[in-house]
């Protein structure tokens, strides 16, 4: 470690709050970044497969959206506007109307939050419940939405709850994901039982809320089977239905929307992560018109709408998502990178891979060996992180843009990784 490298560590330790927790293992002071590579003090490269926790989809610093957030800038443009109307709203809300609604045939109204994602499932909830007058909400097993009260009463991850300090995280019934209780298990037909009898000790629901592909909880992905089941189970009760897509939306599970081949009618929708496009904080919420009946700052936050997330925001939807090129990528990468990550999960018996399109990982089996491995590739030259219930998942997260080499290049630390710690672990055990 360095002179510099010490000192920086130093005033970490001394003044950062307990609650840091990525640099605890990654101990590197970055300096630069530029699309799918970091840089430390050192001058040391790493590639990126976390992207922001995918709050980078498009890689770190886009020259497009650099270039015009610099001239918005230069030119006096509104840093902090409330929720005025500004040139930059405007031509963001326009970018999103034309890049993403429209061709979906989607008609929402785009509520701005507070600057990140937890805020932004807060006010689905708080507006199902004011929609419905019910307060129960139904989440599901290895779920995340957030570390505020509300989002977090949603969470599943019982290290994430306890960080709430007390015991009452009410008003949620916790059921069972697709596939969490075994194939044999039909979760659909549980749900519709139990909800459907007067005896089962469960109020009737404002509200489901379920994410797509599961970050947090392990890359758990359900199928569009099971999507129009939670669809058409929430109809049947009068429940709303929201779908929480912070981290597999933006493309990140293929197409922008990550539900879009189940052809489900969401009533809200959450976004945040790489809604901005350039990693700027910037949450909203997409409501049905019909369920927009907020009074005027009933919820609201001197944060919402990030004006200069607005100005990068506008440039993704109109570079990237203007036609169906990017899309198209990323379904060839997608199968890049499954066949990498098979050939990866050989080398760890009983290892199998877990979610879709650009949101896959590999579950290894134990919190301790995926450690491990992501430990190594650091070592490496590779920054990648762990999910699920015991983090015994490898999750890649890499930025959509990442070029065909620098992928491989990254597979290759991730295969050399976990060959170094499975073969240190056989010599263990000799």
């Given amino acids: 470690m360095t002179k510099d490298m010490a000192q920086n560590t130093s005033i970490y330790n001394r003044r950062e709050s307990e609650a840091r927790s990525y640099c605890r293992n990654m101990k590197a002071t970055f300096t630069q970044a530029r699309g799918s590579e970091l840089f430390d003090v050192d001058g040391n ?29 230069a030119g006096d443009g ?27 045939g989607m008609d929402y109204k785009v509520m701005m939050t507070g600057p990140t994602g937890t805020n932004a499932v807060e006010a689905a909830i708080k507006l199902a419940r004011k929609v419905t007058g019910r307060r129960n909400v139904i989440a599901f097993t290895n ?71 599961q970050g947090e909880g392990g890359l758990n992905a359900a199928s569009d089977a099971w999507m129009q089941g939670i669809e058409k189970i929430a109809r049947k009760h009068g429940a709303l239905l929201i779908v929480d897509d912070i981290q597999s939306g933006c493309g990140r599970a293929g197409t922008y929307f990550s539900f879009e081949s189940a052809k489900i009618e969401p009533d809200m929708i959450t976004q945040a992560k790489s809604l901005s496009g350039f990693g700027l904080p910037f949450a909203a919420l997409l409501i049905k018109p019909e369920h927009d009946i907020w009074k005027p700052a009933e919820h609201n936050g001197t944060f919402r709408g990030n004006t ?3 100005v990068t925001a506008r440039v993704a939807m109109e570079k990237f998502w203007s036609d169906d090129q990017f899309e198209k990528a990323i379904a060839g990468k997608a199968v890049v990178l499954t066949t990498a990550l ?55 997260l890499a930025p959509l843009t990442t070029s065909p080499e620098i992928m491989r290049e990254g597979f290759d630390i991730l295969a050399q990784a976990t060959s170094d710690v499975t073969n240190e672990m056989k010599m263990a055990a000799e």
Avoid: W
Wanted: overall charge negative; hydrophobic content about 45%.
């Fill in 342 to 396: 098979n050939d990866i999960a050989g080398l760890v018996e009983g290892a199998s891979l877990k979610g879709r399109g650009l949101m896959q990982g590999i579950d290894v089996g134990s919190g301790d060996l995926a450690a491990a491995i992501c430990a190594r590739a650091y070592d490496l030259g590779l920054v990648i992180e762990t999910s699920g219930a015991n983090d015994e998942v490898i999750k890649y």
């Fill in 45 to 73: 490269r790493y590639i990126d497969f976390l992207a922001g926790c995918s709050s980078l989809n498009y890689g770190h610093n886009d020259p497009d959206m650099k270039a015009a957030l610099m001239d918005h800038i």
């Fill in 143 to 213: 779920g995340f939405h957030g570390m505020t009260m509300g989002a977090l009463a949603l969470t599943g991850n019982a290290s994430k709850r306890g960080g709430a300090g007390t015991g009452s995280l009410s008003d949620v019934t916790h059921m069972p994901f697709e596939g969490s209780l075994g194939e044999d298990i039909d979760t659909l037909e549980l749900i519709d039982a139990m909800l459907s009898n007067p005896s089962s000790g469960i109020d009737a629901p404002a509200a489901f809320v379920f994410e797509p592909i």
């Fill in 78 to 104: 509104i840093a902090h506007g409330l929720d005025f109307h500004t040139d930059a709203k405007g031509a963001f809300l326009k970018a999103f109307e034309e890049s993403i609604l429209a061709p979906r």
């Fill in 308 to 310: 200069h997330a607005f």
